[in-house]
């Protein structure tokens, strides 16, 4: 019976010693390619067909969302019309293992033409794909995972890491910020935290619940109960924080079995409330909600002449994927 748990490890430690073989042979040309694509007016433009074609997509994914413009092109489409992606001063990064596949050669007239560089990724020196290169980034012999050594596995680790190399030297090259990389995934999390503050999800204007100290309880009440936010901001004459009044501290009230509407406003709220700014982060105001020692789920905001703008609630900001 096969030892499955071994033949995992198995695959996984030869697609390991391809990566560390990798090391030994990145040298000169890396460089050159680095700085080739650091001064590339256009777009890098990755091709590969197969297994290759797949990290070719990937490689060309990483790199534009990492600052250096990118796209992938299927080099058989690009025989049927495809090949107008490709402008002058782009540059092609060809990834093949063998460098003898027939859809890409079959590119090179075309990309003479249009004068373009070609770096090639290949395991192949020989082949008439790294002929034509400008550069040649060389893996060297690259043992596969498959018992037959056939089905691409390392060849295609290893490519990806090379790509993931690039786009991450390149990154640091252009100076690229947590900023950026949050612009260029503005649906993500991250994207989310780094980009929306709480002005973008706090309840403004008619739907801020908030209420004068000088008020009726009665009205306190009111305010709670028709904007549904579990809390209202209690403020002075100038519009300023005077303290929350949350659900929880009418329920303290009403379990001493006081009758809260002989009380004032003043007498029920909590004068101290944790409150934050509408120009921070949306994420900041989840985090100085959780991180508490009692969690909170609501905020008060206000802005930067401390007058109560808004409220911002704990499953707002969990509902829009913070």
Known sequence: MM???????KVINIEVEALLGLKKKVGHEFEKAINIIINCRGKVVVTGVGKSGIAA????????????????MHPAEAMHG???IVSKGDIILAIGKSGESSELTSLFPAFKKIKIKLIVLTTNNDSRLAKAADIVLNMGEIKEACPFN????????TSIAIGDAIAIVLMKMREFKIEDFA????????????TLIVE???LKGQDNPIINI?????NMFMAITEKKAGAVSVVDKKGKLAGLVTDYDIRKILMKEENIFELKIKDIMNKNPVFIYNDEKAFDALKKMKDREKPITVLPV???NHLVVGIIRMHDLINIGL
């Open 200 to 202: 973008d999800v706090m």
């Open 302 to 304: 206000l802005n930067r």
């Open 150 to 157: 056939l089905a691409p596995t390392s060849s295609v680790i």
């Open 214 to 218: 000088s008020d009726t309880t009665k």
């Open 57 to 72: 997509k990937k490689i060309a994914s990483t790199l534009s969302s990492t600052g250096t413009p990118s796209v992938f």
């Open 82 to 84: 495809d090949l107008g």
């Open 3 to 9: 030892d499955i748990i071994s033949e995992i490890k």
């Open 183 to 194: 612009l260029f995934h503005p649906g993500g999390r991250l994207g989310k935290r780094l």
